[in-house]
């Protein structure tokens, strides 16, 4: 069974910086790529980053998180890591990881997790 539980969240002022984490268990972590997407009240699911199994398909930023987000992964403790820096008001949602149908971003969503809270606020 394919479960993914995101954590890191809080509150951070504008401008600041915090990591996400996303522990996967029930599949071979290792074979699939892992996004993240965001949801904040109101308004659509946000895709905005994503990172392949392999290194010869590039890794994913749309152009909003580009430059300040970086999205990581330890195949050794089946766990993606999204760092986020110089986060922004507009950012406050909740962040959840999505584990696709194979090892390329092309790939639609198979899974995701409860999500995490992210707030920024000051």
């Known amino acids: 069974q394919v479960q993914l539980v995101e954590s890191g969240g809080g509150l951070v002022q504008p401008g600041g910086s915090l990591r996400l984490s996303c522990a996967a268990s029930?599949?071979?972590?290792?074979?699939?790529?892992i996004g993240w997407f965001r949801q904040a009240p109101g308004k659509e699911r946000e895709g905005f980053t994503c990172?392949?199994?392999?290194?010869?398909?590039?890794?994913y930023y749309a152009d909003v998180v580009k430059g300040r987000f970086t999205i990581s992964r330890d195949n050794a403790k089946n766990t993606v890591y999204l760092q986020k820096n110089k986060l922004r008001r507009e950012e406050t949602a909740v962040y959840y990881c999505?584990?696709?149908?194979?090892?390329?971003?092309?790939?639609?969503?198979?899974?995701w997790g409860q999500g995490t809270q992210v707030t920024v606020s000051a």
């Open positions: 990172i392949p199994s392999s290194s010869s398909e590039e890794i």
């Open positions: 999505d584990a696709r149908t194979g090892g390329s971003c092309n790939l639609a969503i198979r899974s």
């Open positions: 029930g599949f071979t972590f290792a074979d699939y790529a």
